[in-house]
């Protein structure tokens, strides 16, 4: 089996910063791309930002320029380097991974989640 576990949310007012990190473990075979989504009350789940295998990065429009993912592969784990944060980042931020733990088994996973409040 395979689990993500997110942490680093929490509350911070307007202009600061948090790191999120998303730790991979279980039977993994391979990791390819990851990525970080995030769903306020009411809303859909959106799409924040990206990253391939090879390093290869894409952010949503409403956080380029403020917020950074990235990846270690020898940690099994992705990071998103939130900056300038605003009231609109306020959401349940969401880890997933396209995994593939055996040659016949590939699919995406998502973490639990965790907590990022801005306040103005």
């Known amino acids: 089996q395979v689990q993500l576990v997110e942490s680093g949310g929490g509350l911070v007012q307007a202009g600061g910063s948090l790191r999120l990190s998303c730790v991979a473990s279980g039977s993994i075979s391979s990791i390819n791309a990851m990525g970080w989504y995030r769903q306020a009350p009411g809303n859909q789940r959106e799409l924040v930002a990206t990253i391939t295998s090879g390093g290869s990065t894409s952010y949503a429009d409403s956080v380029k320029g403020r917020f950074t993912i990235s990846r270690d592969n020898a940690k099994n784990t992705v990071y998103l380097q939130m900056n300038s944060l605003k009231p609109e980042d306020t959401a349940n931020y969401y880890c997933?991974?396209?995994?593939?733990?055996?040659?016949?088994?590939?699919?995406?996973?998502w973490g639990q989640g965790t907590q990022v409040t801005v306040s103005s």
């Open positions: 997933n991974a396209n995994i593939r733990t055996t040659y016949w088994v590939m699919r995406d996973y």
